[in-house]
């Protein structure tokens, strides 16, 4: 009898689509699975950006087409996938990762304007685009989602409610999709990162990142892009085929520090 099965830990010749891949985390997230081989669908609202990550991944010898889309955009979600599928031949992974935080106060002007828009990219996009992949992530019977979420979708700060409850909503529909899709094979988890070196957080002086890192992050630090994309990179694996509905922190530690 084998020893182990053959439960592979590459994503080579894999197609994964990845949202907001322009900066940050979806950035290294493009690059880290470039460099394992993996054909990535480069898709972010920056056209500059997504030409500068598909030319970097070429020239690390990797393999990517890029797509500028908002993801904001119905019919642009479903053009995308048509596109993908007519490029790559499939899609194996979906990365829904574009996200933006807008604060504001309850009672402040443009609240229904900041709640609209925060709740459509940062979760609805997340369903559409979901919808328009799920019959080609099904068709290899191994398809992998995998939701950005936040230590917002534990937790919550003040002014930043639209971003908390968008953060809530892409765990419980992670869960969701988990529970209700999971006999079909693909499996659908979640990663909340902590503070990340990121475009999000550029505006945030180093002073304050480094106290607020020593206050509430029991590693000390902020995180950086490569570390999360590391954590989506092994709920991707074939290898990570029982690992359905999960949520898993990627944040130093900040969320269980009483
Ligand atoms: P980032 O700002 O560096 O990257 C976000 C990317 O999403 C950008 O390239 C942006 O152009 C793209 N994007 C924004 N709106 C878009 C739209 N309508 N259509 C298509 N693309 C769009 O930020 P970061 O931090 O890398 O964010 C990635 C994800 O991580 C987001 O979902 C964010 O909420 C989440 N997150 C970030 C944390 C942090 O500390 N940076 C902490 C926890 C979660």
Same mark, same amino acid.
């Given at each position: 009898?084998?020893?182990?099965?053959?439960?592979?830990?590459?994503?080579?010749?894999?197609?994964?689509? &990845?949202? #907001? /891949?322009?900066?940050?985390?979806?950035?290294?997230?493009?690059?880290?699975?470039?460099?394992?081989?993996?054909?990535?669908?480069? &898709? $972010?609202?920056?056209?500059?950006?997504?030409?500068?990550?598909?030319?970097?991944?070429?020239?690390?010898?990797?393999?990517?087409? #890029?797509?500028?889309?908002?993801?904001?955009? =119905?019919?642009?979600?479903?053009?995308?996938? /048509?596109?993908? &599928?007519?490029?790559? #031949?499939?899609?194996?992974?979906?990365?829904?990762?574009?996200?933006?935080?807008?604060? *504001?106060?309850?009672?402040?002007? *443009?609240?229904?304007?900041?709640? /609209?828009?925060?709740?459509?990219?940062?979760?609805?996009?997340?369903?559409?685009?979901?919808?328009?992949?799920?019959?080609?992530?099904?068709?290899?019977?191994?398809?992998?989602?995998?939701?950005?979420?936040?230590?917002?979708?534990?937790?919550?700060? =003040?002014?930043?409610?639209?971003?908390?409850?968008?953060?809530?909503?892409?765990?419980?529909?992670?869960? *969701?999709? *988990?529970?209700?899709?999971?006999?079909?094979?693909?499996?659908?988890?979640? &990663?909340?990162?902590?503070?990340?070196?990121?475009?999000?957080?550029? #505006?945030?002086? $180093?002073?304050?990142?480094?106290?607020?890192?020593?206050?509430?992050?029991?590693?000390?630090?902020?995180?950086?892009?490569?570390?999360?994309?590391?954590?989506?990179?092994?709920?991707?694996? =074939?290898?990570?085929?029982?690992?359905?509905?999960?949520?898993?922190?990627? $944040?130093?530690?900040?969320?269980?520090?009483?």
């Amino acid at each position: 009898m084998a020893r182990l099965s053959q439960l592979s830990r590459s994503i080579a010749g894999k197609v994964a689509i &990845v949202t #907001g /891949a322009a900066s940050g985390m979806g950035r290294a997230t493009a690059h880290l699975f470039g460099d394992e081989g993996a054909r990535v669908a480069v &898709v $972010d609202i920056n056209p500059v950006g997504v030409s500068e990550v598909v030319k970097e991944i070429h020239e690390a010898g990797g393999d990517a087409e #890029g797509w500028t889309l908002d993801v904001r955009d =119905p019919s642009g979600i479903r053009d995308l996938v /048509a596109d993908v &599928v007519a490029h790559f #031949g499939g899609i194996d992974i979906l990365i829904n990762n574009a996200g933006i935080s807008r604060p *504001a106060a309850l009672d402040a002007e *443009a609240y229904e304007d900041s709640w /609209a828009e925060v709740l459509e990219i940062n979760l609805t996009a997340h369903v559409r685009l979901l919808r328009a992949a799920l019959a080609h992530l099904q068709a290899g019977g191994a398809g992998r989602v995998v939701n950005i979420a936040s230590t917002e979708a534990m937790g919550a700060q =003040p002014f930043v409610s639209a971003y908390t409850a968008s953060k809530h909503g892409v765990v419980g529909l992670t869960r *969701a999709m *988990a529970v209700e899709l999971g006999r079909t094979g693909v499996t659908f988890n979640c &990663v909340c990162p902590g503070p990340i070196r990121t475009g999000m957080t550029s #505006g945030i002086p $180093d002073a304050a990142k480094e106290k607020f890192a020593r206050r509430r992050v029991p590693l000390g630090r902020y995180g950086e892009p490569e570390e999360v994309a590391q954590a989506t990179l092994s709920l991707v694996l =074939p290898a990570s085929s029982y690992i359905n509905g999960a949520v898993l922190m990627v $944040d130093g530690g900040l969320s269980i520090q009483n």
